[in-house]
Nanobody, 125 residues
């Protein structure tokens, strides 16, 4: 199983970025997908999740700015990030969850069995 995250970069506050995650080795449409992030010196935290049927869950601080989506035909999950802020600076990870969808459990790292390598997002002020 491989999850390949891409699309990170260095942007200015207020800019947008779209992260992508290509997934190999699982039946993609049977998995919920999530995005997490880890800022320097901090714990990894939940950002967004999407269920097999496209139910959504977001971290409160990204609601209205970030949008998670998926394309089952391409085995891809995306994170559209708009109105980026310096506090969004982190390494972003995609992850796959084969369990039954639960919006609370979707925010927990232990719900995800497969992880990508991360992509760096840096937002300058």
């Amino acid at each position: 199983v491989q999850l390949q995250a891409s699309g990170g970069g260095l942007v200015q506050a207020g800019d947008s970025l779209r992260l992508s995650c290509l997934v190999y080795g699982i039946t993609f449409d049977l998995y919920s997908m999530g995005w997490f992030r880890q800022a320097p010196g901090k714990e990894r935290e939940f950002v967004a999740a999407i269920s097999r049927s496209e139910l959504l869950k977001y971290k409160d601080s990204v609601k209205g700015r970030f949008t998670i989506s998926r394309d089952n035909a391409k085995n891809m999950v995306y994170l559209q990030m708009d109105s980026l802020k310096p506090e969004d600076t982190a390494v972003y990870y995609c992850a796959a969850n084969g369990g039954v969808w639960n919006p609370i459990r979707s925010t927990r790292e232990e719900s995800y069995g497969y992880w990508g390598q991360g992509t760096q997002v840096t937002v300058s002020s």
